[in-house]
Structures are given as C-alpha cells and as structure tokens.
C-alpha cells in the first residue's frame, strides 16, 4: 500500500513541477550535503491507522463459478509526508513548493489514474489533503528535531489509503448436485430419491377464489 500512494505522489508531483528529481529521503544534513540538482523531497514521517474508519464483520463474494469467499473488511491509513523543495535560491524551492501547492490543492483524492496494484484493485477513493496542522502530539519542529536538520518551508500532505487484509476464508465449494433425501418405512424398505428441483416444477396457477355469496334481502311482512 505505501508503495502505490507513493507512486501516486510521484506522479501527482511530476505533473506540478515537470522534470525535477522527486525523491522520498529523509531530509538530513548528509542527504542535503549529496544534493546535486534540483529536488522535491516527499518524505513519509509518520504512518498511523485511522481506528475510527475500522469495520469489523466479513465480506462476502461469489465468483463466476459460485465458489464464495469471505475476507475481513479493509484497514484505512494515514499517512503523513513533510513536502520539501531543494534548490541553490529560496525563491525557485519556493516558486516549485508553490507548484505542488497548486495542484495538490485541486484535489480531494488521489486521481485513480494514478493508483496501481491492490490499491488500485479495491477500487475505493483515497483521499488526499494538504497544509492541514500536525497531528497534536507532533509538530513540524519536532520533524526537523529528529532529522537532524535546519527548519525549512514544507508543505504537510497526508493520505488516508485503504489496506486489504491477506486473509481469506473460502466458504464452500459450488452446489453442484442436487440434494438427494434417504427415506425409511416400518417395514425397513430404504428408498433414495432425488429431492425435487424447484426451479424445474412448472408454476402451478391458483384458479382465483370464488367471490362470496351476496345475502338474500329479507322481505318484509305487514
């Protein structure tokens, strides 16, 4: 799952920016020191599931040859990226951060088009949104704390991915004969007959109800 929205990323970015290199680092001083051309960095600091999304209960599918298979509900995870831009001026790291706000701004949901894999296989949406806060218990300064590195201006982008669980439970194998009924008389006579296929029984047609007889008007005696 995390390699598919970032796939997707990569591909949303490109779509901003053009032909600059996009890379998932961790930005530290070392990484910054190898820089060599222009980057947009998206890196992945944080990874949570969204309990108030969890299902539980399973979900049923029957295939074309009525084999049915019951698998638990997706897992739905956020996941947060620290969007920076690397350049030799602040003015073209701000003009390519202010490409990528422009377009990951438009929209609502990772476009499918760039969804792949099982993520593209759950054909459910996965939502995308930009420059909201920090989570409470993290900041952005407590990012670059642990990074090692200066703060800088970064673009917060988190995306809410489904995760489809590997387990799966096949129920049973197709009918594919009719249910036969063993019978036993007093006498100790085994009969096996063939229950009766209802879809083969013609309909039999109920005649309709006789409407109720009308009451006799009472004659009247002076």
């Known amino acids: ?3 598919e929205v970032d796939a997707a990323l990569r591909a949303v970015v490109r779509s901003a920016v053009g032909d600059v290199d996009v890379a998932f680092d961790a930005p530290t001083k070392d990484w910054a020191a190898r820089r060599n051309a222009p980057t947009v960095d998206v890196y992945l ?3 949570r599931e969204e309990q108030k999304l969890r299902e539980t209960g399973q979900i049923e599918r029957r295939a074309a040859d009525g084999t049915v298979t019951r698998t638990p509900p997706p897992r739905h ?3 947060s990226y620290l969007v920076t831009a690397w350049t030799q001026r ?3 790291e701000h003009r390519l951060l202010d490409a ?3 377009r990951l701004v438009t929209l609502d949901r990772l476009p499918p088009e760039h969804l792949a894999g099982d993520l593209a296989a759950l054909g459910l949406p996965v939502p995308v949104a930009s420059g ?3 989570a409470e218990e993290r900041g952005f300064a407590d990012v670059w704390t642990s990074l090692g590195g200066e703060l800088r201006p970064s673009l917060d982008v988190v995306v809410r991915a489904p995760l489809a669980p590997a387990v799966q439970l096949e129920a049973g194998p197709p009918v594919r004969e009719r249910l036969r009924l063993g019978v036993v008389d007093r006498l100790g006579t085994a009969r096996d007959e063939a229950f009766p296929d209802r879809s083969l029984v013609e309909p039999v047609e109920t ?3 006789a ?3 009308r009451a006799r008007a009472r004659r009247r005696t002076s």
Do not use: C, K, N, Q
Request: hydrophobic letters at 40%.
């Open 45 to 47: 600091y944080d990874l």
């Open 77 to 79: 995870f956020r996941l």
């Open 90 to 92: 602040p003015e073209d």
């Open 132 to 134: 909201l806060p920090p």
């Open 100 to 102: 990528v706000l422009a």
């Open 207 to 209: 005649p309709p109800a």
């Open 211 to 213: 409407p109720p007889p």
């Open 1 to 3: 799952m995390i390699t």
